[in-house]
T-cell receptor
Framework: AQKVTQAQTEISVVEKEDVTLDCVYE???????LFWYKQPPSGELVFLIR??????QNEISGRYSWNFQKSTSSFNFTITASQVVDSAVYFC?????????????FGAGTRLFVKA | DVKVTQSSRYLVKRTGEKVFLECVQD?????MFWYRQDPGLGLRLIYF???????EKGDIPEGYSVSREKKERFSLILESASTNQTSMYLC?????????????FGPGTRLLVL
């Protein structure tokens, strides 16, 4: 059965620290996409990145980087030199080809506190 | 710019009341979704719609119904609100029938049922 696990419920760091948010997924489908979304205090989930199951290249976007490893079914998200504005809830999500995008599975979310 | 709006940010209702949550998207997306978000549980799909007047149950449809009379509007209805429906409700839309597409979310409605 498909599942997304974000084992870290809350993380608290001091500004400028690096922080990694873990995401482990389970799926039987060979074709799927993984996503990260950010939910700031305003409530709206904002898309950060997606990665398909055939592309294990890591990605860096500014202070954000993502490490996708199929061997361990993980799609971890690292924020380098964290800032107060990074404080939010972060969701990892899985979308499988066999559900046509209609049944995206979300993890429970990790709440990140960045203190000044 | 892509936009999903929800009719209320905060709502307080009494047990047994009928509650309507409205969602509107301006992107001409075919698909729309209603989720509820609870601490420790993430987002759970209540219902989705892939076309006007079409709807499908998600993972937790009990106690809810939906309506999609126009492409841009998707309504969530709580026929008789109960305290266990106190939650954050998020609407989303999705273009096409593509599992690789990203969903666009509204700001959410925090519903308190007393």
């Amino acid at each position: 059965a498909q599942k997304v696990t974000q084992a870290q419920t809350e993380i608290s760091v001091v500004e400028k620290e690096d922080v990694t948010l873990d995401c482990v997924y389970e799926t039987r489908d060979t074709t799927y996409y993984l996503f990260w979304y950010k939910q700031p205090p305003s409530g709206e989930l904002v898309f950060l990145i997606r990665r398909n199951s055939f592309d294990e290249q890591n990605e860096i976007s500014g202070r954000y980087s993502w490490n996708f490893q199929k061997s361990t079914s993980s799609f971890n998200f690292t924020i380098t030199a964290s800032q107060v504005v990074d404080s939010a809830v972060y969701f990892c999500a899985l979308s499988e080809q066999n559900t046509g995008g209609f049944k995206t599975i979300f993890g429970a979310g990790t709440r990140l506190f960045v203190k000044a | 710019d892509v936009k999903v709006t929800q009719s209320s940010r905060y709502l307080v209702k009494r047990t047994g009341e009928k509650v309507f949550l409205e969602c509107v998207q301006d992107m001409d997306h075919e698909n729309m979704f209603w989720y509820r978000q609870d601490p420790g549980l993430g987002l759970r799909l209540i219902y989705f719609s892939y076309d006007v007047k079409m709807k499908e149950k998600g993972d937790i449809p009990e106690g809810y119904s939906v309506s999609r009379e126009k492409k841009e509007r998707f309504s969530l209805i709580l026929e008789s609100a109960s305290t266990n429906q106190t939650s954050m409700y998020l609407c989303a839309s999705l273009r096409g029938r593509a599992f690789q597409e990203t969903q666009y979310f509204g700001p959410g409605t925090r519903l308190l049922v007393l």
